[in-house]
């Protein structure tokens, strides 16, 4: 065993990581067992899974052996007769712990426990003071609080968030002696449990405290340390323990009973996989074919299947450049691109400057899509450069070293595939794990064929890039109803991750104000892991806003951009103020760089010395600047100085491109490839081709197959819509219960049937001769459709509650609304199931009278019609205004159930008849009534025949199968319902 001495620690190493790994890795023998001690380094992680065969004794919960965290030594003291606190913190309230402390002192407080969170100069008193103290999880899973609490004597409550990480577990040292451990949930029970303590066992753990208090100090763990490497496996190892291995329970599982449901999805599967096979035995006939298919694939995909073969350059680098652009604001006249030129160089870090509603965010949709609908002129090229293609844009614009080497050129609907787009907002799915996340955009984004294999190891290499693995099993959370399980920084590069897993190699990626909402020690952790993707091969362009000076310096290739919308600068960050100030700008030694170049763009420094140059503008103002001069609102002269900033730049510009003497070779073939880059004829029918279907119907599977993770794994709301399905069927059969009344009209026989009468419709009074009505038909038919109803479509309300933002982000990403609509309604099928079955089987305990099946027939029926209600609900307004407005309709509908007025009176008057043929309350009455009066007609109880009866309320019964009428036409509604919210939801999306 041989020992590794590195100084593992996060705050110090900072981005050396990567380096130490890459100096290990030689040395490292496979066949040679290692050991390390580290204290709280997140990216050891990334060294454990390249090196298995290293062992690591972590403090700080990134390791395999747990280790106490000790700063130093603390004196200890026996526990006084009285306390002056029962629960506190003692220490700083920091972001990732700030929830569990609240959490912990709230609940606290609630079983009558006093109570304190400070940090003060006499701290260690405040802990010596405290009978609980509260140790709360660091930088780290551990924190330094842990082992100063237990060497002073005083009984520790270690709260984590994701994994506990404390040492001895297992052991008769173990915490659970002489102190407690608790996560979110399981804080509030841990609070009653010490609220019931004796006096007894709370001085029997002092004196345990006591006796383990060795074992938290430096010699203690060092010891232990010899003797677990002396004998790991051995009964002289003394007490360290490996820690367990974290795993979570896959709730989708159990729903393989439920498979038929998505039997049509499966066969699309299926026919997809199939296809791949005849495509894989062609392409082993014909070489070429199957190099074609890969040529979107990652580059070490592409190197292993077609290494001999260069069709996209897996080393390349992408760059995109751009010639004349001009937009204007949809819908008005005014400009705001006005003809702006540059490139964004190949494998470099570029960023983008500009005041706000400058046009920063049209620009870099530009650069993505290739054309906007709101452009007016300009084209947009994209190109492939070789590793020795790629130059460096000097600061007056001159490109250095482009000539050399391979350069390929694309379409623009080519290039799509190579592009991601990260939006300044995190919109994800938080309701996922980070992993499951990366795997669905994996999946569903990928323009090829991956096994599972693959996909798991681009989500590990992403995971391991942006060093978010040790949370990429945790829920993402935040949002407006739930608390975030991780930090914004880590927010930000899952988002970052979101297209990083989707990209084929080489790739562009678009960020839209990447650092906005960070502080500036989170928003530089950032820069460096985009950093660390350009050393990778990634073309980063972002969006940036007054970024601190040591983001700056890391910026590459800069582009100003003003007021108007114009550039007015490009080239090296470092040289932009020497610029500006050599075209007269006057100086200001108090602001750095950013600052600087801000103040000139938003027109704060003195342009009067640059009145010398306007001579040299005058001959190049053209219609498209002067359009710029009338329709910008004037903000005094020096809106008219960055207009003239833009047109020195331009003029720069076009001299240089004209000494070089490949002006109009450029921009002929900008327009070629643009041209050949728009959508045409046959792309806008993709919808008509197989490959569309195949594709729409993998990304509704993927889409359902989320939906049931994610309310499968929120069972606390499932058992809430469970619960008010069995409540809603409780009430309504205890009304009706042969059990209670031999009548078959249950409690709702007088007075309380008079009550009644009073809060519903003049259906509960009216037909009093009619033996149906006898019986509480009228009561049954109107409750029936209302308590189902309105309990299918609450429950059907989360499905598109609160998604439409991340509808509009997917479908940007390339996942069709329509599969996401598809999707979550598809996987909501089990869901109505379940609750149809629920209310069936409360329904039926109460002896009922009618067939089971018959029962469960019209109730699920129902449910799938009711819960499209739902649907068009949460697909059109948030979930709060969604849950009321299904509600209140499904009981509207209720009273157009045909009762009264009934279907016989109405259907004199065809015009205004609809709305009851359009409900699915008159098909749950009617059903309803076949059921009932069926069985008892059967049973002697009723002499009526049954449509002499239905012909009372205008129902139709057709032989024995008398249910097939309704249940069809609630079918019928339910699907066409569906296909209206997926309507409303794509409206909603791409409105704008």
């Given at each position: 065993?041989?020992?590794?001495?590195?100084?593992?620690?996060?705050?110090?190493?900072?981005?050396?990581?990567?380096?130490?790994?890459?100096?290990?890795?030689?040395?490292?023998?496979?066949?040679?067992?290692?050991?390390?001690?580290?204290?709280?380094?997140?990216?050891?992680?990334?060294?454990?899974?390249?090196?298995?065969?290293?062992?690591?004794?972590?403090?700080?919960?990134?390791?395999?052996?747990?280790?106490?965290?000790?700063?130093?030594?603390?004196?200890?003291?026996?526990?006084?007769?009285?306390?002056?606190?029962?629960?506190?913190?003692?220490?700083?309230?920091?972001?990732?712990?700030?929830?569990?402390?609240?959490?912990?002192?709230?609940?606290?407080?609630?079983?009558?426990?006093?109570?304190?969170?400070?940090?003060?100069?006499?701290?260690?008193?405040?802990?010596?003071?405290?009978?609980?103290?509260?140790?709360?999880?660091?930088?780290?899973?551990?924190?330094?609080?842990?082992?100063?609490?237990?060497?002073?004597?005083?009984?520790?409550?270690?709260?984590?968030?994701?994994?506990?990480?404390?040492?001895?577990?297992?052991?008769?040292?173990?915490?659970?002696?002489?102190?407690?451990?608790?996560?979110?949930?399981?804080?509030?029970?841990?609070?009653?449990?010490?609220?019931?303590?004796?006096?007894?066992?709370?001085?029997?753990?002092?004196?345990?405290?006591?006796?383990?208090?060795?074992?938290?100090?430096?010699?203690?763990?060092?010891?232990?340390?010899?003797?677990?490497?002396?004998?790991?496996?051995?009964?002289?190892?003394?007490?360290?323990?490996?820690?367990?291995?974290?795993?979570?329970?896959?709730?989708?599982?159990?729903?393989?009973?439920?498979?038929?449901?998505?039997?049509?999805?499966?066969?699309?599967?299926?026919?997809?996989?199939?296809?791949?096979?005849?495509?894989?035995?062609?392409?082993?006939?014909?070489?070429?074919?199957?190099?074609?298919?890969?040529?979107?694939?990652?580059?070490?995909?592409?190197?292993?299947?077609?290494?001999?073969?260069?069709?996209?350059?897996?080393?390349?680098?992408?760059?995109?450049?751009?010639?004349?652009?001009?937009?204007?604001?949809?819908?008005?006249?005014?400009?705001?691109?006005?003809?702006?030129?540059?490139?964004?160089?190949?494998?470099?870090?570029?960023?983008?400057?500009?005041?706000?509603?400058?046009?920063?965010?049209?620009?870099?949709?530009?650069?993505?899509?290739?054309?906007?609908?709101?452009?007016?002129?300009?084209?947009?090229?994209?190109?492939?450069?070789?590793?020795?293609?790629?130059g460096e844009r000097l600061n007056n614009g001159d490109v250095v070293g482009s000539a050399q080497g391979a350069v390929q050129t694309l379409t623009a609907t080519q290039a799509q595939h190579l592009i991601g787009h990260v939006p300044q907002d995190d919109i994800l799915d938080r309701s996922l794990t980070i992993?499951?996340?990366?795997?669905?955009?994996?999946?569903?984004?990928?323009?090829?064929?991956?096994?599972?294999?693959?996909?798991?190891?681009?989500?590990?290499?992403?995971?391991?890039?942006?060093?978010?693995?040790?949370?990429?099993?945790?829920?993402?959370?935040?949002?407006?109803?739930?608390?975030?399980?991780?930090?914004?920084?880590?927010?930000?590069?899952?988002?970052?991750?979101?297209?990083?897993?989707?990209?084929?190699?080489?790739?562009?990626?678009?960020?839209?104000?990447?650092?906005?909402?960070?502080?500036?020690?989170?928003?530089?952790?950032?820069?460096?892991?985009?950093?660390?993707?350009?050393?990778?091969?990634?073309?980063?362009?972002?969006?940036?806003?007054?970024?601190?000076?040591?983001?700056?310096?890391?910026?590459?290739?800069?582009?100003?951009?003003?007021?108007?919308?114009?550039?007015?600068?490009?080239?090296?960050?470092?040289?932009?103020?020497?610029?500006?100030?050599?075209?007269?700008?006057?100086?200001?030694?108090?602001?750095?760089?950013?600052?600087?170049c801000l103040d000139v763009l938003n027109g704060l420094r003195d342009p009067s010395s640059m009145s010398s140059r306007r001579s040299g503008v005058e001959a190049i103002e053209s219609t498209a600047v002067v359009q710029m001069a009338v329709n910008e609102p004037q903000h005094g002269e020096s809106r008219l100085?960055?207009?003239?900033?833009?047109?020195?730049?331009?003029?720069?510009?076009?001299?240089?491109?004209?000494?070089?003497?490949?002006?109009?070779?450029?921009?002929?073939?900008?327009?070629?490839?643009?041209?050949?880059?728009?959508?045409?004829?046959?792309?806008?029918?993709?919808?008509?081709?197989?490959?569309?279907?195949?594709?729409?119907?993998?990304?509704?599977?993927?889409?359902?197959?989320?939906?049931?993770?994610?309310?499968?794994?929120?069972?606390?709301?499932?058992?809430?819509?469970?619960?008010?399905?069995?409540?809603?069927?409780?009430?309504?059969?205890?009304?009706?219960?042969?059990?209670?009344?031999?009548?078959?009209?249950?409690?709702?026989?007088?007075?309380?049937?008079?009550?009644?009468?009073?809060?519903?419709?003049?259906?509960?009074?009216?037909?009093?001769?009619?033996?149906?009505?006898?019986?509480?038909?009228?009561?049954?038919?109107?409750?029936?459709?209302?308590?189902?109803?309105?309990?299918?479509?609450?429950?059907?309300?989360?499905?598109?509650?609160?998604?439409?933002?991340?509808?509009?982000?997917?479908?940007?990403?390339?996942?069709?609304?329509?599969?996401?609509?598809?999707?979550?309604?598809?996987?909501?099928?089990?869901?109505?199931?379940?609750?149809?079955?629920?209310?069936?089987?409360?329904?039926?305990?109460?002896?009922?009278?009618?067939?089971?099946?018959?029962?469960?027939?019209?109730?699920?029926?129902?449910?799938?019609?009711?819960?499209?209600?739902?649907?068009?609900?949460?697909?059109?307004?948030?979930?709060?205004?969604?849950?009321?407005?299904?509600?209140?309709?499904?009981?509207?509908?209720?009273?157009?159930?045909?009762?009264?007025?009934?279907?016989?009176?109405?259907?004199?008057?065809?015009?205004?008849?609809?709305?009851?043929?359009?409900?699915?309350?008159?098909?749950?009455?009617?059903?309803?009534?076949?059921?009932?009066?069926?069985?008892?007609?059967?049973?002697?109880?009723?002499?009526?025949?049954?449509?002499?009866?239905?012909?009372?309320?205008?129902?139709?019964?057709?032989?024995?199968?008398?249910?097939?009428?309704?249940?069809?036409?609630?079918?019928?509604?339910?699907?066409?319902?569906?296909?209206?919210?997926?309507?409303?939801?794509?409206?909603?999306?791409?409105?704008?």
């Amino acid at each position: 065993m041989i020992p590794l001495f590195f100084n593992w620690v996060d705050g110090q190493l900072k981005d050396q990581m990567n380096i130490m790994i890459s100096v290990l890795t030689p040395v490292i023998r496979p066949n040679v067992l290692y050991v390390t001690v580290s204290q709280s380094d997140e990216s050891i992680h990334k060294l454990m899974i390249l090196h298995p065969n290293i062992l690591v004794l972590s403090a700080g919960g990134f390791g395999h052996v747990p280790l106490p965290l000790i700063k130093g030594e603390a004196d200890y003291r026996p526990p006084p007769s009285s306390f002056l606190h029962d629960v506190a913190f003692i220490g700083t309230d920091r972001e990732e712990r700030h929830e569990l402390i609240t959490k912990a002192l709230e609940s606290a407080a609630k079983v009558g426990f006093s109570t304190t969170n400070t940090f003060v100069k006499d701290w260690k008193d405040q802990i010596y003071g405290t009978k609980y103290n509260l140790s709360p999880r660091g930088y780290g899973r551990s924190s330094f609080r842990f082992s100063e609490i237990i060497q002073m004597g005083r009984i520790p409550i270690h709260l984590y968030n994701d994994i506990s990480w404390i040492p001895y577990v297992g052991t008769n040292i173990s915490l659970d002696h002489y102190g407690f451990e608790a996560n979110v949930a399981s804080i509030p029970p841990l609070m009653t449990k010490l609220k019931a303590l004796s006096n007894e066992t709370v001085y029997e753990m002092f004196q345990k405290i006591k006796e383990v208090r060795p074992y938290y100090t430096y010699e203690g763990v060092m010891e232990q340390i010899k003797l677990f490497l002396g004998d790991p496996l051995g009964p002289n190892g003394g007490y360290l323990r490996c820690a367990k291995a974290t795993f979570q329970v896959n709730f989708v599982n159990p729903l393989i009973m439920f498979l038929l449901i998505f039997g049509s999805l499966g066969y699309s599967v299926y026919l997809t996989r199939s296809q791949k096979r005849r495509d894989d035995e062609s392409h082993k006939k014909d070489p070429a074919a199957r190099v074609a298919s890969l040529v979107h694939e990652d580059a070490s995909h592409l190197s292993k299947k077609a290494q001999s073969v260069d069709l996209l350059d897996p080393d390349g680098l992408f760059e995109v450049s751009f010639h004349d652009l001009q937009c204007v604001i949809p819908g008005t006249d005014r400009l705001i691109l006005p003809g702006n030129s540059g490139v964004v160089p190949a494998g470099k870090i570029s960023a983008l400057m500009g005041p706000t509603a400058c046009g920063k965010s049209t620009l870099t949709n530009v650069l993505r899509h290739g054309r906007l609908p709101n452009s007016t002129g300009g084209t947009v090229l994209y190109t492939i450069r070789s590793a020795s293609s790629t130059g460096e844009r000097l600061n007056n614009g001159d490109v250095v070293g482009s000539a050399q080497g391979a350069v390929q050129t694309l379409t623009a609907t080519q290039a799509q595939h190579l592009i991601g787009h990260v939006p300044q907002d995190d919109i994800l799915d938080r309701s996922l794990t980070i992993r499951e996340l990366f795997t669905f955009h994996a999946k569903t984004r990928s323009r090829v064929s991956r096994s599972a294999a693959e996909i798991r190891s681009i989500v590990d290499d992403v995971l391991a890039d942006l060093a978010i693995q040790h949370v990429a099993d945790s829920i993402i959370g935040g949002g407006e109803n739930a608390a975030a399980n991780i930090s914004g920084g880590q927010l930000k590069r899952v988002n970052i991750g979101c297209e990083l897993v989707a990209l084929s190699r080489p790739a562009l990626l678009l960020l839209d104000e990447p650092t906005a909402g960070l502080d500036a020690a989170i928003a530089f952790e950032l820069i460096m892991t985009l950093e660390s993707l350009k050393n990778r091969g990634i073309t980063i362009f972002m969006v940036i806003q007054q970024p601190r000076a040591e983001i700056f310096e890391r910026i590459d290739h800069l582009f100003l951009m003003n007021s108007v919308g114009g550039i007015v600068y490009e080239g090296r960050s470092v040289q932009a103020v020497p610029y500006l100030l050599s075209i007269g700008y006057s100086p200001n030694p108090d602001a750095f760089d950013a600052d600087y170049c801000l103040d000139v763009l938003n027109g704060l420094r003195d342009p009067s010395s640059m009145s010398s140059r306007r001579s040299g503008v005058e001959a190049i103002e053209s219609t498209a600047v002067v359009q710029m001069a009338v329709n910008e609102p004037q903000h005094g002269e020096s809106r008219l100085d960055c207009t003239e900033l833009h047109l020195l730049w331009r003029e720069q510009q076009k001299q240089q491109q004209q000494q070089g003497g490949d002006l109009e070779a450029q921009k002929k073939a900008a327009e070629n490839l643009s041209k050949m880059g728009t959508a045409t004829h046959e792309e806008t029918r993709a919808w008509l081709t197989w490959e569309y279907w195949q594709r729409l119907g993998y990304h509704t599977f993927l889409n359902a197959e989320r939906l049931l993770t994610i309310r499968l794994r929120n069972r606390t709301s499932l058992l809430v819509y469970i619960a008010i399905d069995a409540v809603m069927s409780l009430a309504l059969s205890s009304g009706f219960s042969i059990y209670l009344s031999d009548s078959y009209r249950g409690v709702f026989m007088p007075p309380v049937d008079k009550v009644l009468q009073l809060f519903y419709p003049s259906a509960l009074q009216s037909h009093r001769t009619h033996n149906a009505a006898s019986m509480g038909f009228a009561q049954l038919l109107f409750f029936m459709s209302s308590a189902l109803g309105s309990s299918s479509a609450l429950s059907a309300v989360p499905v598109f509650s609160g998604q439409a933002i991340l509808a509009k982000r997917e479908n940007a990403a390339g996942i069709s609304v329509v599969s996401f609509a598809l999707g979550r309604m598809v996987g909501d099928v089990f869901f109505v199931t379940l609750h149809g079955f629920v209310f069936a089987g409360v329904w039926m305990l109460f002896g009922h009278a009618g067939h089971f099946y018959n029962w469960l027939g019209v109730i699920l029926s129902t449910a799938f019609a009711a819960s499209g209600i739902g649907y068009i609900a949460s697909a059109t307004y948030n979930q709060s205004t969604a849950s009321a407005w299904a509600i209140v309709v499904a009981f509207i509908s209720s009273v157009f159930a045909g009762v009264d007025p009934n279907l016989r009176q109405v259907s004199r008057y065809p015009v205004v008849s609809w709305p009851w043929y359009m409900n699915f309350a008159t098909w749950t009455a009617e059903a309803t009534y076949f059921t009932w009066t069926r069985y008892l007609l059967n049973d002697g109880h009723v002499p009526t025949p049954l449509q002499q009866g239905a012909d009372a309320y205008g129902y139709k019964i057709q032989g024995e199968n008398g249910i097939a009428r309704s249940v069809g036409a609630m079918i019928a509604l339910g699907v066409g319902m569906r296909l209206l919210a997926s309507w409303l939801l794509y409206r909603r999306v791409t409105k704008d």
